[in-house]
C-alpha cells in the first residue's frame, strides 16, 4: 500500500511539471536568479516590430528591402539572459523574414544586420538581392522570432504586424517622407501634423482626402497618445492578439492601452470606416489613459445636438466632451452627424487639435 502511494504522488507530481510548461512561457525569475526580477515571464510568442519597409537599388540593376526591426524589452532582456548562462535554458536563435510580392504567397527570404547594426535585435536589416522587385511592386513583409527551448525544440512566436512597401530609394535620391494628397484648407493643420508626428507611416503616402478606417485611426490615436505622454514604441507594451482579421501592431497597441475595442470577441472589422462618435470615444480614452476626467460632471452639460438622438449611450460622453474643447466639431446647424464618417486628413486633424489642447 506504501508503494502505492509512492506511486501515485510521482505520477501526479509529473502531471503537475507537464501542465506548466504546456504553454511554452519562460521565467525570467526562477531558481537560478537570472535577473532578480519578480516571477513573470515571457510569453515565447510575442511578437516583433517591423517597420520602414523600403525598395533600395544600385546602378548595377540589384535591387533588395531595407527594414527596421524593433523587440520589445521583455524579449531583449529574456534573450540576455538566456546568453547568461550559456543557452543552457534556451536561445533566441533569431528571425525569419517572409515577403509577399503582388500578391503572391508568402515567401522565406533570407535577411540579416545592414551595415552599421550591432544590435541583431534592434535596427537596419537587409536582404540579399531579390528578382522581380521594382519602384511598382506591391511588397508586404512580416518577421518573428525563432527559440530553441530545451524539450521543446523550436518555438516561433506569432508573426509582426505586416509592413507595407512606404517608399522608394536608390542610391542616389531619395523621395520626401512625406507625399499625401489633402484638400487645400487642410494643408496649414497637417503641417503640424508633419511636426508632431502624428500621421502613420502607411498614411504619409497616402490620399487623405478618402475616408479613415478603423486600422487607420486606431494608429492615429496611438500617435497622439506617445505625443501627449512622451512615450516611445518601446514603452508600448503588445497584448496577445485576440483578433483573426488583423496583426496590425498598432492596432494591438490601441487594443492594449484600452482605446480601442473589437467589434467582436475575435474581430477588429480594420478595414470598416469609423464613425465619428467611435473617434471621440477613442480620442477620449486616450486622455483617460492619462488621467483626465472626460465625463459630463467634468465640463458641464452643453444644449444638446438637434441629432442627440442619434448618438450611441456608450458615446454621450465622449462627443459632448469632444465638441466642447473644439476637437470635434459639428457639421453645422447644431447637429454632430454621430453615424457619419470622416477624411483622413479630418481624422489627423482631430489629433492635432487634441494634443494641442492637452500639451498648451
Same mark, same amino acid.
Given at each position: 500500500?506504501?508503494?502505492?502511494?509512492?506511486?501515485?504522488?510521482?505520477?501526479?507530481?509529473?502531471?503537475?511539471?507537464?501542465?506548466?510548461? /504546456?504553454?511554452?512561457?519562460?521565467?525570467?525569475?526562477?531558481?537560478?536568479?537570472?535577473?532578480?526580477?519578480?516571477?513573470?515571464?515571457?510569453?515565447?510568442?510575442?511578437?516583433?516590430?517591423?517597420?520602414?519597409?523600403?525598395?533600395?537599388?544600385?546602378? /548595377?540593376?540589384?535591387?533588395?528591402?531595407?527594414?527596421?526591426?524593433?523587440?520589445?524589452?521583455?524579449?531583449?532582456?529574456?534573450?540576455?539572459?538566456?546568453? /547568461?548562462?550559456?543557452?543552457?535554458?534556451?536561445?533566441?536563435?533569431?528571425?525569419?523574414?517572409?515577403?509577399?510580392?503582388?500578391?503572391?504567397?508568402?515567401?522565406?527570404?533570407?535577411?540579416?544586420?545592414?551595415?552599421?547594426?550591432?544590435?541583431?535585435?534592434?535596427?537596419? =536589416?537587409?536582404?540579399?538581392?531579390?528578382?522581380?522587385?521594382?519602384?511598382?511592386?506591391?511588397?508586404?513583409?512580416?518577421?518573428?522570432?525563432?527559440?530553441?527551448?530545451?524539450?521543446?525544440?523550436?518555438?516561433?512566436?506569432?508573426?509582426?504586424?505586416?509592413?507595407?512597401?512606404?517608399?522608394?530609394?536608390?542610391?542616389?535620391?531619395?523621395?520626401?517622407?512625406?507625399?499625401?494628397?489633402?484638400?487645400?484648407?487642410?494643408?496649414?493643420?497637417?503641417?503640424?501634423?508633419?511636426?508632431?508626428?502624428?500621421?502613420?507611416?502607411?498614411?504619409?503616402?497616402?490620399?487623405?482626402?478618402?475616408?479613415?478606417?478603423?486600422?487607420?485611426?486606431? /494608429?492615429?490615436?496611438?500617435?497622439?497618445?506617445?505625443?501627449?505622454?512622451?512615450?516611445?514604441?518601446?514603452?508600448?507594451? &503588445?497584448?496577445?492578439?485576440?483578433?483573426?482579421?488583423t496583426n496590425s501592431i498598432?492596432?494591438?497597441?490601441?487594443?492594449?492601452?484600452?482605446?480601442?475595442?473589437?467589434?467582436?470577441?475575435?474581430?477588429?472589422?480594420?478595414?470598416?470606416?469609423?464613425?465619428?462618435?467611435?473617434?471621440?470615444?477613442?480620442?477620449?480614452?486616450?486622455?483617460?489613459?492619462?488621467?483626465?476626467?472626460?465625463?459630463?460632471?467634468?465640463?458641464?452639460?452643453?444644449?444638446?445636438?438637434?441629432?442627440?438622438?442619434?448618438?450611441?449611450?456608450?458615446a454621450i460622453e465622449p462627443?459632448? =466632451?469632444?465638441?466642447?474643447?473644439?476637437?470635434?466639431?459639428? &457639421?453645422?446647424?447644431?447637429?454632430?452627424?454621430?453615424?457619419?464618417?470622416?477624411?483622413?486628413?479630418?481624422?489627423?486633424?482631430?489629433?492635432?487639435?487634441?494634443?494641442?489642447?492637452?500639451?498648451?
Open positions: 500500500m506504501k508503494k502505492l502511494l509512492v506511486s501515485f504522488a510521482l505520477i501526479c507530481a509529473m502531471v503537475l511539471m507537464s501542465m506548466a510548461f /504546456a504553454d511554452v512561457i519562460f521565467p525570467v525569475d526562477d531558481a537560478r536568479g537570472i535577473n532578480n526580477q519578480s516571477s513573470n515571464g515571457l510569453d515565447l510568442k510575442t511578437s516583433p516590430e517591423l517597420s520602414q519597409l523600403v525598395l533600395k537599388n544600385d546602378e /548595377a540593376g540589384s535591387s533588395w528591402l531595407q527594414m527596421n526591426v524593433s523587440s520589445p524589452k521583455e524579449v531583449r532582456s529574456t534573450a540576455f539572459s538566456m546568453e /547568461a548562462v550559456d543557452g543552457e535554458l534556451g536561445k533566441l536563435d533569431g528571425l525569419v523574414l517572409n515577403i509577399s510580392i503582388d500578391g503572391s504567397d508568402w515567401k522565406e527570404v533570407d535577411f540579416f544586420p545592414d551595415e552599421g547594426t550591432t544590435d541583431r535585435l534592434e535596427g537596419l =536589416y537587409k536582404t540579399n538581392s531579390i528578382e522581380n522587385l521594382s519602384a511598382d511592386s506591391q511588397i508586404k513583409a512580416r518577421i518573428k522570432y525563432r527559440w530553441s527551448i530545451p524539450n521543446e525544440g523550436i518555438v516561433y512566436s506569432d508573426w509582426s504586424n505586416e509592413a507595407l512597401l512606404d517608399t522608394h530609394y536608390d542610391d542616389k535620391t531619395s523621395e520626401k517622407e512625406y507625399d499625401y494628397q489633402i484638400h487645400g484648407w487642410a494643408t496649414e493643420e497637417m503641417s503640424k501634423a508633419e511636426l508632431l508626428e502624428l500621421i502613420p507611416d502607411t498614411l504619409k503616402k497616402a490620399d487623405l482626402t478618402k475616408d479613415v478606417t478603423r486600422e487607420e485611426f486606431a /494608429a492615429i490615436s496611438v500617435n497622439a497618445y506617445k505625443r501627449i505622454t512622451g512615450k516611445s514604441n518601446f514603452d508600448l507594451e &503588445v497584448p496577445k492578439n485576440p483578433f483573426s482579421d498598432e492596432v494591438l497597441w490601441a487594443y492594449g492601452l484600452g482605446i480601442t475595442k473589437g467589434t467582436s470577441e475575435t474581430e477588429f472589422s480594420p478595414n470598416a470606416l469609423i464613425t465619428r462618435e467611435q473617434m471621440a470615444a477613442m480620442m477620449t480614452r486616450v486622455l483617460n489613459k492619462i488621467g483626465i476626467d472626460t465625463t459630463i460632471g467634468a465640463i458641464g452639460m452643453s444644449a444638446k445636438f438637434n441629432d442627440h438622438e442619434s448618438v450611441s449611450s456608450y462627443v459632448y =466632451y469632444m465638441s466642447s474643447k473644439e476637437i470635434i466639431k459639428g &457639421v453645422g446647424d447644431n447637429t454632430f452627424n454621430p453615424k457619419g464618417n470622416a477624411t483622413r486628413e479630418q481624422a489627423i486633424i482631430i489629433a492635432v487639435r487634441m494634443v494641442g489642447s492637452e500639451m498648451n
